[in-house]
């Protein structure tokens, strides 16, 4: 039994020193990583995506006080319209009505269409940001070692704190690309 003991002690005490030695020998190779970015974030954190969102707030809120303003303007000229029923004869009445209810029609669409600009610019606007930022992002990925891919967060199901870039991502845009300029929307098409 002792010499079965004393053989097991001696084959561990040889391997205890070349399992010493692959732990601690030469560096370990970096296995390629991912890197996680929240896409929304990165836009309205930056300076460009901040000044999107003030721009679209203010043209929003332009839109609405015309709206509003359109509405009493209509509200005032169909109370007038409907004082003039009673003194106008139906045919002259009806025209007025018609004409009225044509004008209304023209002015919605135009005040549906100056919305739906506004959602393009937005969009236009995100679309513009994150192509101009790929280089940055691509710069961001190649000096992190092991890093293979840049991952919009919500795409991944769980990710630990420290390969999420978006603020690193946000602070060199903001260097590179500061607010950017206002693009030129095409023509919608209907």
């Not at 079965?4 to 970096?30: D, H, I, K, N, Y």
Request: hydrophobic share 50%.
């Amino acid at each position: 039994m002792r010499a079965w003991l004393a053989a097991l002690s001696v084959a561990a005490a040889l391997a205890a020193p070349v399992c010493a030695q692959e732990v601690t020998t030469g560096p370990r190779p970096l296995a390629p990583s991912v890197l996680v970015l929240d896409q929304e974030r990165l836009f309205e954190g930056s300076l460009w995506g901040k000044r999107v969102v003030a721009e679209i707030e203010a043209d929003s809120n332009a839109l609405s006080a015309e709206n509003r303003r359109i509405e009493a303007a209509l509200s005032a000229e169909e109370q007038a319209l409907t004082e003039k029923r009673k003194t106008l004869p139906a045919e002259e009445f009806r025209a007025l009505a018609d004409a009225f209810d044509a004008k209304v029609v023209d002015i919605r669409r135009s005040q549906d269409t100056k919305a739906r600009d506004i959602a393009r610019l937005g969009e236009a606007e995100q679309q513009a940001f994150l192509a101009t930022a790929v280089p940055v992002l691509r710069q961001l990925l190649g000096e992190t070692p092991g890093a293979v891919a840049i991952l919009d967060r919500r795409s991944v199901l769980i990710a630990a704190e420290a390969i999420d870039i978006t603020d690193i991502a946000i602070a060199r845009i903001d260097a590179a690309l500061g607010a950017g300029q206002r693009p030129a929307l095409p023509p919608a098409e209907n």
